[in-house]
């Protein structure tokens, strides 16, 4: 009985503590990021940071959830189950249109962008006993493709397809990035896509175990078309030093998107304001925070949406007169 009454008691004392900021009329927030070993989750972190770090001002409280990535997160904040995600340009893009992942459920009128962060590269990885040194070698082989729910799996359909390839010429997997290099490790996969910033633990993983791993050019005259129908895409190159323990000692070339911050209309004009003027006024700090980041200026942070920007983040910009460097459609 005694023992019940503590623990009762710590759940309540702890619920005062959660709530603390509640009873205030503070709110909390929770960011949509990826896996624990991608750039996304560290992102969500570095946010949180920014805004609890005052959150006796704003009476903010932001935390983060480990997701399957960009498409997950952009149907969690449109649902209303997280109020921010973290998606790739590209993933906002289609969103907005209505296109893949969207095709049947339509344009997504409520997601609206915040800003936009690191970049992002298709990176593949293969094991060297593979024998995959081209996009093209993929064929027949077992590769994973990306979980459904990442950003990455619809990047590499669209890749193999500028190769000529679909999922159909490889053994494809559908497993999340977190796991991949394991497998990849363990010798139960021969490659795998991953859209991601550099450096990231995931690479590190694939790159420096017992079997050596090469990290894969997706590159050529093949790709011109992609990037000239799809505007998201662009040219990308991965720095090799990041991985000192790759087979190939050369920077890689391959398609590149970006990370971007996105929420609903549905969240208040307040919080996004806040969470967009924190990471803003602060961005030298923020910098520090991952060497993903180390490109990161006010300006480039502004490109790439393709959502509404919420009328919160629109309030700073217009203050910081930012305003400018955003496409004025986004801004109405
Ligand atoms: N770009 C990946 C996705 O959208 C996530 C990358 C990461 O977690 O850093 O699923």
Request: with cysteine.
């Amino acid at each position: 009985m005694k023992k019940i009454s503590v623990v009762l008691a710590a759940i309540f004392v702890f619920s005062l503590a959660l709530t603390g900021c509640g009873s205030k009329g503070g709110k909390f927030v929770t960011i949509g990021t990826g896996g624990v070993t991608g750039v996304y989750y560290p992102t969500g972190g570095a946010i949180s940071k920014m805004i609890n770090a005052k959150s006796k001002e704003y009476s903010i409280r932001a935390s983060v959830e480990s997701t399957g990535g960009s498409v997950y997160n952009i149907n969690a904040v449109v649902g209303g189950d997280l109020e921010f995600g973290i998606a790739q340009s590209d993933r906002q893009f289609q969103a907005v249109k209505g296109l893949a992942e969207w095709k049947d459920k339509g344009p997504q009128s409520k997601l609206r962008s915040v800003f936009s962060i690191h970049p992002e590269a298709l990176t593949l990885v293969a094991s060297v006993k593979s024998g995959i040194k081209t996009i093209k070698d993929l064929k027949g082989k077992k590769v994973n493709l990306g979980n459904p729910g990442s950003g990455q799996l619809q990047n590499s359909k669209d890749a193999l397809s500028a190769f000529g390839l679909d999922e159909k010429s490889v053994k494809a997997e559908y497993i999340k990035a977190v796991e991949a290099a394991g497998l990849l490790q363990d010798e139960k996969i021969d490659a795998f896509f991953y859209t991601v910033g550099h450096p990231n633990g995931s690479i590190k993983e694939a790159t420096s175990g017992r079997i050596k791993v090469r990290l894969v050019d997706i590159a050529g005259k093949e790709l011109d078309g992609l990037i000239s129908k799809y505007p998201y895409y662009a040219r990308a190159l991965i720095e090799i030093k990041n991985y000192p323990s790759a087979a190939n000692k050369k920077d890689v070339n391959t398609l590149g998107v970006k990370a971007t911050l996105v929420t609903s209309s549905d969240v208040s004009a307040d919080v996004v304001y806040a969470i967009t003027k924190e990471v803003f006024e602060n961005l030298d700090k923020f910098k520090e925070l991952h060497p993903a980041y180390s490109v990161l200026t006010k300006q480039n942070m502004l490109e790439g949406l393709s959502a509404p920007v919420h009328p919160g983040a629109a309030k700073y910009y217009k203050e910081a007169g930012l305003d400018k460097y955003i496409k004025p459609e986004l801004l109405k």
